[in-house]
C-alpha cells in the first residue's frame, strides 16, 4: 500500500439534531464563545451515518473535514482514497464504509429510556451488520438544578416483556424509572452500554461515545423534553411486540451494574513519556471497537497496526509526528488518522497532552 500522502485528517464541528437538548459544555470544549443549549447537542467526528431524524433520513452527520484536495466531506474523502484511509483489510470485509461511529454528546436534560439492537437482532430485523453497542468516556459534567450528573443503566430485579409493555402503552414513565438503577458520573468514568441494556443519559453529562455505525434507538419513552416523538420512531418501525425483545430484561443489583459495566482501565504503557490505557469493557466491546487513553503525554511513539483511529484531544497542546509531517493539536481538536499511517509520536509542546482514541476491532 502506498503511504498516505493526504495526512492526518481534521474533523471540524459536525452539529447533528437530537430530540433533546444540549450543547454547551460541547462549545465550551471547542472553545466557541456563544456558549448555550440547542437541539444540536452532538457532534459527530468520526461518521458515515446517515441519523435517523423526525423528519426523515439525513446526511447532516457525515462528519466534515479541513478541506483536504478541495474536499470537505468525510464520506467523499473516502470514496476518494480508500485504502489510505480504511486500509485494505478493512475495505475487504466493510468496503468503504467506517464499521465505527463516533460522537462528542451533551445533554442538559435526560435523554429517553432505550436500549439499542445487538448484531444479531439487526440483521434478522433491521437489515444491518451492526447493532449499537456503546461506550461512554464522561469528559465533563455541569449540575443542572437539584440533579447531581448521572445515568441510568440497568434493570432492577422482578421486570419482564409484559410488565414493560404494560408501562409503555400508559406511558407510566415513574413506574418505567422505578425499575431503572440511578448512578451518578464524573468526569473520567467509562461505561459499555451493552445492547439490550436499558439506558438513559441524564442532565449536564458530556462525553465521548464510541458505538457501532449505526442510530438504532428504541425509546420507550414518546417525550423527550418538548419534543413529541411518533410511535413507529419509537419502536423503530418494528411494532411494539418486536421491538420490546431488544430488551435485556435480566435484572441486577447496583454492585452487579458497576461489575459488569464500568469498564475497566488497563495500564498498557507507563514511562516518563506519559501512559497509556486500554478500556476494557469485556468480549463484546472487543468485537465492535477498542478505546485507548493517552494521559499527561510529554513524548509517545504508537502504531495502530494498520487500523485507522478518532483522536479527541482532551487536554494539552503539541503535535502528532507521523511519516508524512508533524500536525498541530491542541484541546478541543478532533482529527482521523489514516489507517496507512502507522509508527507515529504524540509530543507535548506546552501542557502535557490528554488523548481519547476509538478503534474499529483489532483484526
Same mark, same amino acid.
Given at each position: 500500500?502506498?503511504?498516505?500522502?493526504?495526512?492526518?485528517?481534521?474533523?471540524i464541528? =459536525?452539529?447533528?439534531?437530537?430530540?433533546?437538548?444540549? %450543547?454547551?459544555?460541547?462549545?465550551k470544549?471547542?472553545?466557541i464563545?456563544?456558549? !448555550?443549549d440547542?437541539?444540536?447537542?452532538?457532534?459527530?467526528?468520526?461518521?458515515?451515518?446517515?441519523?435517523? !431524524?423526525p423528519?426523515?433520513?439525513?446526511d447532516e452527520?457525515?462528519? *466534515? #473535514?479541513k478541506t483536504?484536495?478541495?474536499?470537505?466531506?468525510?464520506?467523499?474523502?473516502?470514496? /476518494?482514497?480508500?485504502?489510505?484511509?480504511l486500509?485494505? *483489510? /478493512?475495505?475487504?470485509?466493510?468496503?468503504?464504509?467506517?464499521n465505527l461511529?463516533?460522537?462528542l454528546?451533551d445533554?442538559?436534560?435526560?435523554l429517553?429510556?432505550q436500549? /439499542?439492537?445487538s448484531?444479531?437482532?439487526?440483521r434478522?430485523?433491521?437489515?444491518? $451488520?451492526?447493532?449499537?453497542?456503546?461506550a461512554?468516556?464522561?469528559? +465533563? =459534567?455541569?449540575?443542572?438544578g437539584?440533579?447531581?450528573?448521572?445515568?441510568l443503566?440497568?434493570?432492577k430485579p422482578d421486570? *419482564?416483556k409484559?410488565?414493560?409493555?404494560q408501562?409503555?402503552?400508559? !406511558? *407510566?414513565?415513574?413506574g418505567?424509572?422505578?425499575?431503572?438503577h440511578?448512578?451518578e #458520573?464524573?468526569?473520567g468514568? +467509562?461505561?459499555?452500554?451493552?445492547p439490550?441494556?436499558p439506558?438513559?443519559?441524564?442532565e449536564?453529562?458530556?462525553? #465521548?461515545?464510541?458505538?457501532e455505525p449505526?442510530?438504532?434507538?428504541?425509546s420507550?419513552e414518546?417525550?423527550?423534553?418538548?419534543?413529541?416523538?411518533k410511535?413507529?420512531d419509537c /419502536?423503530?418501525?418494528?411494532g %411494539?411486540?418486536? +421491538?420490546?425483545?431488544?430488551f $435485556?430484561y !435480566?435484572g441486577y443489583?447496583l454492585a452487579?451494574?458497576?461489575?459488569?459495566?464500568w469498564?475497566?482501565?488497563?495500564l498498557?504503557v507507563?514511562?516518563?513519556?506519559?501512559k497509556?490505557?486500554r478500556l476494557?469493557?469485556?468480549?463484546y466491546?472487543?468485537?465492535c471497537?477498542?478505546?485507548?487513553?493517552?494521559?499527561e503525554?510529554?513524548?509517545?511513539?504508537?502504531s495502530?497496526?494498520?487500523?485507522?483511529?478518532?483522536?479527541?484531544?482532551?487536554?494539552g497542546e503539541g503535535?502528532?509526528s507521523t511519516?508524512?509531517? $508533524?500536525y498541530?493539536?491542541?484541546e478541543?481538536?478532533?482529527y482521523?488518522l489514516?489507517?496507512?499511517?502507522?509508527k507515529h509520536?504524540y509530543?507535548a509542546?506546552?501542557?502535557?497532552?490528554?488523548?481519547?482514541?476509538?478503534?474499529p476491532? +483489532?483484526n
Amino acid at each position: 500500500m502506498k503511504k498516505s500522502n493526504i495526512g492526518i485528517i481534521q474533523i471540524i464541528p =459536525t452539529r447533528v439534531f437530537r430530540i433533546y437538548r444540549g %450543547w454547551y459544555l460541547l462549545e465550551k470544549f471547542r472553545c466557541i464563545k456563544n456558549l !448555550q443549549d440547542s437541539d444540536y447537542p452532538e457532534d459527530w467526528i468520526l461518521s458515515t451515518v446517515r441519523a435517523i !431524524q423526525p423528519y426523515g433520513i439525513s446526511d447532516e452527520s457525515i462528519s *466534515n #473535514v479541513k478541506t483536504i484536495k478541495g474536499i470537505n466531506n468525510l464520506e467523499v474523502l473516502i470514496r /476518494h482514497f480508500p485504502e489510505d484511509i480504511l486500509g485494505k *483489510n /478493512h475495505i475487504n470485509k466493510f468496503g468503504n464504509s467506517l464499521n465505527l461511529l463516533v460522537k462528542l454528546l451533551d445533554s442538559s436534560i435526560r435523554l429517553p429510556l432505550q436500549a /439499542h439492537p445487538s448484531k444479531i437482532f439487526s440483521r434478522k430485523y433491521l437489515n444491518s $451488520d451492526f447493532g449499537k453497542a456503546e461506550a461512554w468516556y464522561v469528559l +465533563a =459534567t455541569r449540575k443542572i438544578g437539584k440533579e447531581n450528573p448521572y445515568v441510568l443503566i440497568g434493570f432492577k430485579p422482578d421486570i *419482564n416483556k409484559e410488565i414493560m409493555r404494560q408501562l409503555v402503552e400508559e !406511558q *407510566n414513565i415513574k413506574g418505567m424509572l422505578s425499575f431503572m438503577h440511578k448512578v451518578e #458520573v464524573m468526569p473520567g468514568d +467509562a461505561i459499555f452500554v451493552a445492547p439490550g441494556i436499558p439506558h438513559a443519559i441524564g442532565e449536564g453529562v458530556f462525553m #465521548v461515545e464510541t458505538q457501532e455505525p449505526t442510530d438504532f434507538t428504541l425509546s420507550i419513552e414518546k417525550k423527550a423534553g418538548i419534543q413529541i416523538l411518533k410511535e413507529k420512531d419509537c /419502536h423503530i418501525g418494528l411494532g %411494539w411486540n418486536r +421491538a420490546l425483545d431488544i430488551f $435485556d430484561y !435480566q435484572g441486577y443489583s447496583l454492585a452487579e451494574i458497576k461489575e459488569k459495566y464500568w469498564m475497566k482501565k488497563e495500564l498498557l504503557v507507563s514511562n516518563k513519556g506519559g501512559k497509556l490505557y486500554r478500556l476494557n469493557g469485556g468480549e463484546y466491546m472487543k468485537s465492535c471497537f477498542e478505546i485507548i487513553l493517552m494521559e499527561e503525554v510529554k513524548d509517545i511513539e504508537i502504531s495502530f497496526e494498520g487500523r485507522f483511529a478518532s483522536i479527541v484531544i482532551t487536554k494539552g497542546e503539541g503535535i502528532i509526528s507521523t511519516n508524512v509531517g $508533524d500536525y498541530e493539536i491542541k484541546e478541543g481538536e478532533t482529527y482521523m488518522l489514516p489507517a496507512s499511517i502507522e509508527k507515529h509520536k504524540y509530543i507535548a509542546t506546552k501542557e502535557k497532552l490528554c488523548v481519547v482514541i476509538s478503534l474499529p476491532p +483489532a483484526n
